[in-house]
T-cell receptor
Framework: NAGVTQTPKFQVLKTGQSMTLQCAQDMNHNSMYWYRQDPGMGLRLIYYSASEGTTDKGEVPNGYNVSRLNKREFSLRLESAAPSQTSVYFC???????????FGSGTRLTVV | QKEVEQDPGPLSVPEGAIVSLNCTYSNSAFQYFMWYRQYSRKGPELLMYTYSSGNKEDGRFTAQVDKSSKYISLFIRDSQPSDSATYLCAMSRVRGGATNKLIFGTGTLLAVQP
């Protein structure tokens, strides 16, 4: 099925460990986004990529890095995980001229 | 003050009820308004999209925008247990463009009781 695919779906990390969340879309969309969703906080933008080769900070970028590997893939890296990064992470993409985003199914990350 | 405010609920209604979900916003430049539905442990999915003021209907769902009051609503008629989800409003100034990011409300949790 066409859409946005995120891996892994679940992950438990120890404080200080690193990991990369993967996202791929097969809709030929130019723009891709990483959000985190926390209770009472809604969706907060971490980083986004307007096109292949470009990335920009969003609302809550501290502690994260991203890579737009190609048009399809946009990864999010936690270099040294902290308990405050326990959250559900969503990747989204948007096509040129489109108003809405297409979201992946999310990665549930727990940092202990 | 947040740009978009949304009552988090939870909102519990009996099956068949009319549901009204609302958001207020502060930025008068917003012109494109969306409603997303998010089932438990799933990603949000686009439900309704409207431009500027007015109403848009799709089956049992009606989206309403009142730009003069900076207020948007989603109405669900004949609500069903399958409508139980979190509903998020979202809005933007212009259509498309990666740097024109959507601003989301925090979401309202709806439970439709059979």
């Amino acid at each position: 099925n066409a859409g946005v695919t995120q891996t892994p779906k679940f992950q438990v990390l120890k404080t200080g460990q690193s990991m990369t969340l993967q996202c791929a879309q097969d809709m030929n969309h130019n723009s891709m986004y990483w959000y985190r969703q926390d209770p009472g906080m809604g969706l907060r933008l971490i980083y986004y990529s307007a096109s292949e080769g470009t990335t920009d900070k969003g609302e809550v970028p501290n502690g994260y890095n991203v890579s737009r590997l190609n048009k399809r893939e946009f990864s999010l890296r936690l270099e040294s995980a902290a308990p405050s990064q326990t959250s559900v992470y969503f990747c989204a993409s948007r096509g040129t001229g489109a108003s809405g985003y297409t979201f992946g199914s999310g990665t549930r990350l727990t940092v202990v | 003050q947040k740009e978009v405010e949304q009552d988090p609920g939870p909102l519990s209604v009996p099956e068949g009820a009319i549901v009204s979900l609302n958001c207020t916003y502060s930025n008068s430049a917003f012109q494109y308004f969306m409603w997303y539905r998010q089932y438990s442990r799933k990603g949000p999915e686009l439900l309704m999209y409207t431009y500027s003021s007015g109403n848009k209907e799709d089956g049992r769902f009606t989206a309403q925008v009142d730009k003069s009051s900076k207020y948007i609503s989603l109405f669900i008629r004949d609500s069903q247990p399958s409508d139980s989800a979190t509903y998020l409003c979202a809005m933007s100034r212009v259509r498309g463009g990666a740097t024109n990011k959507l601003i989301f409300g925090t979401g309202t949790l709806l439970a439709v009781q059979p």
